[in-house]
């Protein structure tokens, strides 16, 4: 909370140096754009590079080059030597630090708490970034007007050392493997593939994009309606990001008493509602007292919706994936926020400041219906633990561990003709399962000489890939399995079949 506390602190002095260099709207949003840019960069490569390596290590490092650009920035603040270009770039630099660091901060919640402890984990989480976001960027205003812009720069440096001694001395469990780690590119591949067949985040990922390209308008022009809509100087601007984190807390506080109630899809619409009104505040905002208002209110919707999705992230992604998959979903709230507050500034540029807000406003109330088909934490209820029950494939020589691609083909003989569709509908979503767990192509194949029999294949990429495949199978996997296998009459044979080596390569 400490080293949030001083995030928070360089974040409201940011906005306001660069207002001081350059009020032009654009430029002032893209400030936003500079710390939200690195995360839909980089924020995927990071992911692989979480599951790869381990991540208390990698957590250290980047922490210690974050801390360091961090204190390179504020000593030439401290000198006068910074320019509007200058700013961009190291909020940008740091922004890659937090794009590195992200998706490993984020998987590592499982392993400090037990699963029926992680929805809470991560509201009590929420509740000490939503206490630093009150606190930072109020102290930030207060600290500036006594020590000068610079202050908040070299506090938030001091203030990463205690996250690094923390990571220090934290002991994290390792898991036993005796397989080679991934490679980078394939760990990537295989991650997105993930994704891209798990219905649980991909319905996660678009209600993301429905919220926060929407309420990405409040963030980039904030110290614009400070400055000159309510023409307030940085103590304003720090007090209206302290009341957006007071509203946060509050928001914290009251989540679990509405989830009960309402449940995970209601509370996030609910919450857009209330975010479209505190657009519609900030764009009616003249006096201080309606900005508080709307700060306090977007405050408390942003963690509503934040907390749920990141929930809703987190139970869809079995531990093999987990720093990929909450990668893309940073990927995709970043990225989210970086085009809206590109095209909100260019909007406020055009149209003016309450005009733009008004159309976000608009905008967040129409992507409720439009989205209300996806729905959130259906992963809660799917056991995504390794079953570990697909026996080790049989071999009759040793085979390297790059070789392949592998087929693997899988003959299927129904007990009776009456099973053909509930197997082919039971198929459709075991191809979904092959794909997420490793496999790059699928396909189910009918004999035209014998009725009732089917033949499966999936392809593999290498033989290691395909033994982490068997590491990967979860339960679920294992009750559609088993699903399948009731309609036949007898066991299903698997072969596994790898690409024969060139004869030129031999030794």
């Known amino acids: ?42 924020a995927l490569a990071a ?29 030439l603040v401290e000198f006068g030597h910074v320019t509007p270009a200058t700013l961009l770039l190291f909020m940008f630099l740091i922004g890659v630090g937090g794009a590195l660091s992200a998706p490993a901060w984020q998987s590592v919640v499982p392993q400090l708490v037990p699963a029926q402890d992680l929805a809470p984990a991560v509201a009590a989480n929420s509740v000490g970034i939503n206490v630093s976001r009150a606190i930072g960027p109020a102290l930030a205003g207060s600290i500036i007007g006594v020590a000068g812009i610079a202050a908040p720069f070299w506090l938030n440096a001091l203030s990463n050392l205690g996250v690094i001694g923390a990571l220090l001395w934290w002991r994290a469990p390792r898991a036993a493997s005796r397989l080679p780690a991934e490679r980078f590119v394939s760990a990537m591949y295989t991650g997105f593939r993930h994704a891209r067949h798990n219905p649980h985040l991909r319905a996660t990922l678009i209600r993301a994009v429905a919220f926060f390209i929407f309420a990405s308008a409040y963030w980039a022009l904030l110290p614009l309606v400070a400055r000159n809509q309510i023409t307030g100087g940085a103590g ?31 509370v996030v ?34 963690i509503a919706v934040l907390a749920n999705l990141n929930v809703s992230a987190q139970v869809a992604l079995p531990d093999w994936v987990r720093g990929r998959g909450l990668a893309i979903f940073v990927t995709v709230f970043f990225g989210s926020m970086t085009l809206g507050s590109v095209v909100w500034g260019e909007v406020a540029d055009i149209a003016g400041l309450p005009l733009t807000h008004f159309i976000a406003a608009l905008g ?61 509908a039971a198929a459709q979503r075991l191809d979904h399962a092959r794909r997420r767990d490793g496999a790059y192509a699928w396909g189910m194949f009918e004999d035209t000489a014998e009725q009732g029999r089917f033949m499966e294949t999936f392809m593999v990429e290498s033989w290691v890939e395909h033994l982490r495949q068997h590491q990967r199978v ?24 790898v690409a024969v080596e060139p004869q030129g390569e031999r030794g």
């Open 1 to 42: 909370m400490v080293s949030n506390i001083g995030t928070w602190m360089y974040n409201a002095a940011s906005g306001w140096l660069m207002v001081s260099l350059n009020s032009d709207a654009l430029l002032v949003s893209l400030v936003q754009v500079a710390t939200s840019l690195p995360m839909f960069m980089f």
């Open 47 to 75: 992911g692989a590079l979480a599951d790869i390596f381990d991540k208390r290590r990698f957590l250290i490092w980047v922490e210690a080059a974050t801390t360091l650009v961090s204190a390179v920035f504020a000593a």
């Open 236 to 266: 304003l601007y720090g007090v209206l990001l302290g009341a957006i984190g007071a509203g946060a807390l509050a928001g914290a506080l009251a989540l679990p008493w509405a989830k009960a109630r309402l449940g995970a899809d209601r």
């Open 269 to 302: 619409a609910a919450a857009t509602v209330g975010t479209a009104v505190s657009l519609a505040l900030f764009g009616l905002a003249g006096a201080p007292a309606t900005g508080l208002a709307a700060s306090f209110l977007a405050g408390a919707c942003w």
């Open 364 to 424: 967040a109330l129409l992507a409720i219906p439009l989205t209300a088909r996806w729905k959130l934490q259906t992963g809660a209820g799917v056991d995504l633990t390794p079953s570990m029950h697909w026996p080790v494939p049989v071999i009759t020589h040793e085979i390297a561990s790059d070789r392949g691609p592998v087929l693997v083909s899988v003959d299927y003989r129904l007990a009776s003709e009456n099973h053909r569709s509930a197997f082919l």
């Open 474 to 497: 979860t339960h679920a996997d294992q009750v559609l399995q088993e699903q399948i296998h009731r309609l036949l009459r007898q066991p299903s044979v698997v072969r596994h079949l």
